[in-house]
């Protein structure tokens, strides 16, 4: 299993500025995938960050919306750009298994994002 | 197309009584298959998975689910349900090699007194 941290927990912020979100793994791994979480919605993955290249966004996502970098094998950042409140959701990362590379992912504990 | 179906938004069962919650998947390939319980306030936490092998499935918290190819369904089942229950659950299935998750929309249990 891996422990997963994200920093901030929550926050309040106002349109057209930007928030950066950090996620902290407790192993390394190799992927790390960062969703989005709508008021009364499911998960939509946003991207698939991978160490050492740029990161792969999903239909409806760009990456000047959403930039993300991924430094080293524990850790990445999801940047939420020129926020307006439909970006008002909870965010998370998530990464495979670290032991087993096994398909099962793991979260973590979301940030809740509320834009006015 | 990936795409999984949870058809019931709100589920309320009394403590004690049993649990079923639906799930139906599309899926081109052999399914990897889980599913994922979200408490208020909570990141997901994972109840049990379905990779292979023998069609129940057991997992945290005295729940199990069975899969059934013939009806594309992983259903969630529990004897038994404690109010410690009341959350929202997730299906979602994995997309072999790309470690992508599709997930349903969710079904909140209420657990009545």
């Known amino acids: 299993s891996a422990v997963i941290s994200q920093k901030p927990s929550r926050d309040i912020c106002q349109r057209g500025t930007s928030l950066t979100i950090q996620c902290q793994v407790d192993?390394?791994?190799?992927?790390m995938f960062w969703y989005r979480q709508q008021p009364g919605q499911s998960l939509t993955l946003i991207a698939t960050?991978?160490?050492?290249?740029?990161?792969?966004?999903e239909s409806g996502f760009v990456i000047d919306k959403f930039p993300i970098s991924r430094p080293n094998l524990t850790f990445s950042t999801l940047t939420v750009s020129n926020m307006s409140p439909e970006d008002s959701s909870i965010y998370l990362c998530?990464?495979?298994?670290?032991?087993?590379?096994?398909?099962?992912?793991?979260f973590g504990p979301g940030t809740r994002l509320t834009v006015t | 197309a990936q795409s999984v179906t949870q058809p019931d938004i709100h589920i309320t069962v009394s403590e004690g009584a049993s649990l079923e919650l639906r799930c139906n998947y599309s899926y081109g390939a052999t399914p990897y298959l889980f599913w994922y319980v979200q408490s208020p306030g909570q990141g997901l936490q994972l109840l049990l998975k379905?990779?292979?092998?023998?069609?129940l499935v057991q997992g945290i918290k005295g729940f199990e689910a069975e899969f059934k190819r013939s009806q594309s369904s992983f259903n969630l089942r529990k004897p038994s349900v404690h109010w410690s229950d009341a959350a929202e659950y997730f299906c979602?299935?994995?997309?072999?090699?790309?470690?992508?998750?599709?997930f349903g929309s969710g079904t909140k249990l209420n657990v009545k007194p």
């Open positions: 998530s990464v495979p298994d670290p032991g087993t590379g096994a398909y099962e992912q793991y």
């Open positions: 960050a991978n160490q050492g290249s740029e990161a792969t966004y």
């Open positions: 192993s390394q791994v190799t992927m």
């Open positions: 379905y990779f292979s092998g023998d069609t």
């Open positions: 979602a299935v994995g997309a072999y090699n790309f470690n992508k998750f599709y």
